[in-house]
């Protein structure tokens, strides 16, 4: 059982920047992680996912594109969220999920094992 944490969250002004942590309770080495949100009253949605190191492969939704990085450190079972330019349509509860797949096209909607309690970030003047 993998046990994640993400932290970092809070409130930023627009154009602004946080870093979000994932930190998991064991090794992450064979997990993709998955960054998703969910916005008051939507769907959650994925934002990025980022294979295991071996195959190196991250997939970016068009609406953080350019905005948004991600990087892991296997050594620390730790994977970060960068978020630049931040807007208020990025006001969401981030999640970060792991799972041993390959972040295929529909990794959005395929069952993902396990899952952090959310950060919540809120983009407002």
């Known amino acids: 059982q993998l046990q994640l944490v993400e932290s970092g969250g809070g409130l930023v002004q627009p154009g602004g920047s946080l870093r979000l942590s994932c930190i998991a309770s064991g090794s992450i080495v064979y997990y993709a992680i998955g960054w998703f949100r969910q916005a008051p009253g939507k769907e959650r949605e994925g934002v990025i996912c980022?294979?295991?190191?071996?195959?190196?492969?991250?997939r970016y939704e068009d609406s953080v594109t350019g905005r948004f990085t991600v990087s892991r450190d296997d050594a620390k079972n730790t994977v970060y969220l960068q978020m630049n330019n931040l807007k208020p349509e990025d006001t969401a509860v981030y999640y970060c999920?792991?799972?041993?797949?390959?972040?295929?096209?529909?990794?959005?909607?395929?069952?993902?094992?396990?899952w952090g309690q959310g950060t919540q970030v809120t983009v407002s003047s």
């Open positions: 980022t294979t295991t190191t071996r195959y190196n492969f991250t």
């Open positions: 999920a792991a799972d041993p797949s390959f972040c295929n096209v529909d990794y959005a909607s395929q069952y993902w094992y396990f």
